[in-house]
């Protein structure tokens, strides 16, 4: 529903608003004064001059094309049309879109998608869905969406039992034996892992604060709590250390083939996940 002239807005506010950004970031102010004021003087004025009238025509735009999608979603909705938008760019995808689509289907609400713009204000964009998503949650209250989308993401998991989800798709509970949260599992496996594991004498550890170094393993965890496609990987900041990679990948590797990890769940059902720890060194 934007036009080109409105992306051509859109597009040259954005470097305009970088390059304000830029210039006032301090990595800039730490070079010498001279330089500094010498290139601000420079440019100041005429790049102020051009985003004025960049920002000018952006509201100009957005308050206009706000106004007409307002219009038309109240003349739709007199018509007795819904649609329902799906959010993409900066707002989490969902699985289960199919589902959700057919699910809306049964109430006579159409189906569409809209993107969000982090330069836009978000009263002034995607005014049309706006409208529609209060329309919506009038007529069949303010739970029904969300009511529909547990459904639509429960039928997704049910037709696709074998497919191994992203760690951040699945329910926040912990994977490790004896956890009952997520902030527990951030902590327990590397402590258990450090008890059962010695550092050799010659090790080095890190005298910088700021600098760390650290190894991960990645792996499947399947619904029988049986794991595959481990893999680790290791960075010490201290070179020397090295030679004791095979000493701490095997330790590692002994460690999460040991453990009886709990199988993730997403919206309560168990499914197969990828997974990923992190240990730091000293």
Known sequence: MISNFGVKVLFFSSILILTCFTMSNKGFEDR???????????????????????????????DS?????????????KKNKLVFFHYFGLVEEYKGNTEMNELLKKYNIGVDSALTYCTV????????????????DRKFGATFIDSLRTTAEIQYIKKNPD???????????????????????????????????????????RKDKDLYSSMGATFVLYKTG?????????????????KYSSYFISQLKEFVQKTKWVPAKSSGITVNSEMRITLFFK
């Open 163 to 205: 497919k191994v989800y992203r760690f951040e798709e699945c329910d926040w509970v912990s994977r490790y034996p004896g956890d009952t949260s997520y902030e527990e599992f951030s902590k327990s496996y590397e402590r258990d892992f450090w008890k059962g594991v010695g550092y050799p004498d010659d090790f080095e550890y």
């Open 32 to 62: 010498s004064d001279s330089f500094y004021h010498v290139k601000s003087d420079t440019i100041s004025d005429s790049l102020m001059i051009e985003r004025e009238k960049w920002m000018a025509e952006e509201q100009k735009y957005l």
């Open 226 to 242: 049986k794991i595959s496609d481990l893999k680790i990987d290791i960075t010490f900041q201290n070179k020397k250390n090295y």
């Open 65 to 77: 094309a706000c106004l007409s999608e307002t219009q038309k979603a109240e003349e739709d909705i």
């Open 121 to 136: 204000p978000p009263h002034l964009q995607n005014c049309y869905a706006q409208i529609m998503r209060k329309e919506i």
